[in-house]
């Protein structure tokens, strides 16, 4: 596994925790992970997305 897998599994990981371990979230964390992670590639440091995984802004 490449350096940028395994930073895009943590920060997935992270992000999976963060939203209270849901079940059959796994695609959405892993993307937005990607993201996150593409944007710090681009720019030197991550830059967090907006908006919510499960899109509710309540």
């Not at 596994?1 to 943590?10: A, S, Y």
């Not at 999976?16 to 079940?23: F, L, Q, R, T």
């Amino acid at each position: 596994m490449t350096d940028r897998n395994n930073l895009i599994e943590q920060r997935a990981y992270d992000l999976w925790v963060e939203a209270g371990m849901p079940d059959g979230q796994a695609e959405a964390h892993w993307a937005q992970a990607e993201r996150e992670i593409g944007a710090a590639d681009d720019s030197g440091s991550v830059q967090p997305a907006l908006g919510t995984i499960n899109g509710d802004d309540d």
